[in-house]
């Protein structure tokens, strides 16, 4: 049974049919001259929806459903390459004293190259790049090493599927409960982090694009070197992202992938830094 015959639409779809047929009858000049200004919005609409769909499964349900829910909280977003947001005092205050500090200390940032970025489609969610898309070994080589950092810090990080893209897709995640127990413990997780995000720091898409949760100094470094750019939600209260919630580029080569690398090192050392140290010290996998 089709969509339209289960939902009861086609004595409706009829309906409609024979008054628009009706009114061309009726108004042949005038309906002609209306043609364009129905057309052009639905094959605009039309357009959008197969990008959205195009993107593959997201956040979001993958149908039209999911395509709608998203315009919907195009009101919302914010504009997503500026670094000022991140000197902003309100900004600022949101985060611990260490939000304002760079943990990408041991390695050089470079500029991304070449500098223009890749193609971002505007769509709210799922945020993909298009074009310049990373390369089967490369992407696979992206989640190897998030399993490293977590089999190298058991107890502390752990791959589980993301809550904030599909839960096909694995993630990176701060274990702020006991792994056995389930039960709280002394390692709380920061407020920046707790109405979405909830521990979820890192997870990479089937392109080779990733979000990852960053501190203030770092996510404008990221985006000041194009290698990023926030998501649109980032910062706005009613959702619960971050403003230093990015979605880095995927990487290209090898030595993108190296600075992916220090970008996901640089993520953990910042959300773990209130309590990391007394707890254990971290490993991140300098070697690999």
Do not use: C
Not at 134 to 158: C, Q, V
Not at 243 to 269: C, G, H, I, Q, T
Not at 271 to 278: G, H, R, V
């Amino acid at each position: 049974m089709s969509l339209v015959s289960s939902l009861g639409l086609q004595p409706r779809l009829e309906g409609l049919v024979d008054a628009v047929a009706r009114g061309y009858d009726a108004h042949p000049v005038l309906a002609l001259a209306l043609l364009p200004l129905v057309l052009v919005p639905l094959l605009l609409a039309a357009r959008a929806y197969r990008g959205y769909l195009a993107l593959g499964p997201g956040g979001l349900p993958n149908n039209v459903f999911g395509w709608a829910l998203q315009a919907s909280l195009r009101p919302f977003a914010r504009e997503t390459k500026s670094t000022a947001v991140y000197e902003a005092d309100g900004t600022v205050w949101a985060f611990p004293s260490h939000g304002r500090v760079s943990f990408l200390w041991r390695a050089d940032l470079p500029a991304r190259s070449p500098p223009v970025p890749p193609e971002v489609p505007d769509y709210i969610a799922p945020q993909r790049q298009v074009t310049q898309v990373g390369k089967a070994p490369i992407i696979a080589a992206m989640d190897e090493f998030l399993a490293s950092l977590a089999d190298a810090n058991e107890g502390l990080l752990a791959i589980k599927g993301s809550k904030l893209e599909d839960h096909a897709s694995s993630a990176l995640w701060i274990l702020d409960t006991d792994a056995e127990t389930e039960a709280a413990n002394d390692r709380p997780l920061a407020d920046y982090l707790q109405p979405l995000v909830k521990g979820e720091l890192v997870h990479v898409h089937s392109e080779g694009s990733s979000h990852i949760t960053l501190s203030l100094a770092d996510a404008a470094k990221a985006i000041g070197a194009g290698w990023a750019q926030r998501h649109p939600l980032s910062g706005v209260k009613a959702f619960g992202l971050p403003v230093s919630y990015v979605m880095l580029y995927a990487p290209r080569d090898k030595d993108e992938l190296e600075v992916w690398k220090n970008f996901v090192r640089a993520s953990v050392e910042f959300t773990t830094a209130d309590w990391a140290p007394k707890y254990q010290p971290l490993n991140l996998a300098w070697s690999r």
